[in-house]
């Protein structure tokens, strides 16, 4: 079953415990949580202390996406706030194997997040070590933008790479994904559909989502 997971990136951080139970009351399956510091990107947003505060409002996964310079120096911070899993970036990693083991020594699923410059070549011999691919339709840091041209073609070439692996990791794509293209990236490959602004800023949360999940059914009837 594909997966819708709500980005928190675009709700209203005045009312964040709302917008998260407004979320899963729509039909979501999991939350995002983009953490930034200002130095990976040009841009601030949630913390640890968000999936702390937040766990109380919801028992779906937290993922945390770290768009970190220094992701290595913090994963020790999420223990203890329940996060389900960590993303990384791979354009910030030193050691990806020392990586992905301090994120599953702590029993956290692992995810591996690619913009839209990075090469699947690059990471395809990681694919084993992780949980999730998270392939980026837009550059890291700001919501509200529109997917970049050949984000479908980028699934659809790592799904190819993962062939008939066992276990093979699901594929995320966040980043401009919206009901009118959702089923395209579907069938690409895409298993988890990342969605910000296209579900905070409807009119009916709950309609977008039934209507993202109908689009899916149909373009698989076909």
């Known amino acids: 079953m594909i997966q819708i997971c709500a980005s928190l990136l675009a709700a209203d951080y005045a009312r964040l415990g709302e917008e ?40 779906l996964p937290f993922h945390a996406h770290l768009e ?37 020594s702590q029993n956290i ?3 591996l997040g690619l913009t839209p ?12 070590e992780i949980d999730l691919l998270l392939l980026l339709g837009v550059y890291p840091g700001f919501g ?16 190819k790479m993962m062939g008939q692996m066992d276990n093979r990791p699901d594929i995320a794509v966040d980043g401009g994904v919206k009901l009118e293209n959702a089923a395209d990236l579907v069938r690409a490959g895409a298993d988890i559909l990342i969605m910000g602004t296209a579900l905070f800023q409807s009119s009916n ?12 059914v149909e373009s698989q009837r076909h």
């Open 20 to 59: 998260v139970q407004r979320a899963e009351k729509a039909g979501v399956d999991s939350f995002h949580f983009d953490m930034m510091d200002g130095h990976y990107v040009q841009n601030l947003a949630l913390t640890p202390d968000h999936l702390k505060v937040l766990r109380s409002y919801s028992n």
């Open 68 to 104: 970190l310079d220094n992701p290595d120096n913090v994963l020790f911070n999420f223990a203890s706030m329940q996060a389900d899993m960590i993303i990384v970036q791979w354009n910030t990693l030193t050691d990806p194997l020392r990586t992905f083991e301090r994120i599953r």
């Open 109 to 111: 699923r692992i995810g």
């Open 117 to 128: 410059d990075d090469a699947l070549d690059n990471v395809s011999r990681f694919f084993r």
């Open 144 to 159: 509200g933008q529109s997917i970049q041209p050949g984000t479908s073609e980028k699934i659809r070439s790592a799904r």
């Open 205 to 216: 949360m709950a309609e977008t989502v039934k209507a993202v999940r109908e689009s899916i």
